[in-house]
C-alpha cells in the first residue's frame, strides 16, 4: 500500500510536529538538570520523593533535614534519603517511631491487714 502525501501536507505535519518535539526535548533537558541538582526546594523535594508538599513540610517538622538559605528551606537529596533510610524498618524490627503501647494502671487495694 502506497500513501503519497503532497508537499503542502508533508510542510503542514512538520509544522506541526516541530513544536512538540522541541518542548519534549526542552522537557528532558530540565529533567536532567533538576536531577543534577544536589539540593531541591519543597516543590522539587516533594516531586523527587513522589509525595505531596505538605508531606515534605510535616517530614521536615518530624526531623527530615533542611538547609536554610537566606530564609529558604532546601533539602539535599542525598542527607533526605540518608534520613529516609534511617526510619526503615525490616519485618519483625519494631520501629523507634512506634507508639509504645501504654501499661494498664494498676490499682491499689487495701487489704484488713494492712490497715
Known amino acids: ?4 502525501l503532497d508537499d503542502v501536507f508533508i ?18 533537558i530540565k529533567d536532567a538538570k533538576s536531577d543534577s541538582r544536589p539540593y531541591l526546594n519543597r516543590t522539587d523535594m516533594a516531586k523527587y520523593l513522589g509525595v505531596s508538599q505538605s508531606t515534605v513540610g510535616a ?16 533539602y539535599g537529596k542525598q542527607t ?10 525490616t519485618t519483625g524490627t519494631p520501629s523507634q517511631h512506634q507508639k509504645t503501647p501504654k501499661k494498664p494502671a494498676t490499682i491499689g487495694v487495701v487489704t484488713s491487714n494492712e490497715k
Open 59 to 74: 517530614w521536615a517538622e518530624h526531623g527530615m533535614p533542611f538547609a536554610v538559605v537566606d530564609g529558604r528551606k532546601l
Open 80 to 89: 533526605v534519603n540518608q534520613w529516609l533510610k534511617e526510619h526503615e524498618i
Open 11 to 28: 510542510a503542514q505535519i512538520v509544522a506541526g510536529l516541530k513544536p512538540v518535539i522541541i518542548a519534549t526535548v526542552q522537557g528532558a
Open 1 to 4: 500500500m502506497n500513501i503519497n
